[in-house]
């Protein structure tokens, strides 16, 4: 079993900069690709971020891309996301995922149901 725990959140004023965290613990012993996602109040989760097992692929929600950063560290077995020029949309639960399996060919997945493995989540509040 794997366990995930995301840490970085918190309130910040739009334009501003979070990093979350997501150390992932338990049957880590091979790397495989994971992501974020984020639902607000009201709404279905949505994909926000993907890496590669490697970390030499990622893929962004249009709504993201140019401000967010996903990255990951497998010695430490920890992605991050960098997030800048927060705008109050951003508000919502983060969440990281991770799969299961290790994938030949393309290893980017945006849908929920690709992933095995989920954190508990972290509240990204941004006000305006």
């Known amino acids: 079993q794997v366990q995930l725990v995301e840490s970085g959140g918190g309130l910040v004023q739009a334009g501003g900069s979070l990093r979350l965290s997501c150390v992932a613990s338990?049957?880590?012993?091979?790397?495989?690709?994971m992501g974020w996602f984020r639902q607000a109040p009201g709404k279905e989760r949505e994909f926000v971020a993907a890496?590669?097992?490697?970390?030499?692929?990622?893929y962004y929600a249009d709504s993201v891309k140019g401000r967010f950063t996903i990255s990951r560290d497998n010695a430490k077995n920890t992605v991050y996301l960098e997030m800048n020029s927060l705008k109050p949309e951003d508000t919502a639960v983060y969440y990281c995922?991770?799969?299961?399996?290790?994938?030949?060919?393309?290893?980017?997945?945006?849908?929920?149901?690709?992933?095995?493995?989920w954190g508990q989540g972290t509240q990204v509040t941004v006000s305006s």
């Open positions: 995922a991770k799969r299961a399996s290790i994938s030949l060919g393309v290893d980017i997945y945006t849908r929920p149901r690709d992933y095995d493995y």
């Open positions: 338990g049957r880590t012993s091979s790397s495989t690709a």
């Open positions: 890496i590669s097992r490697s970390g030499g692929s990622t």
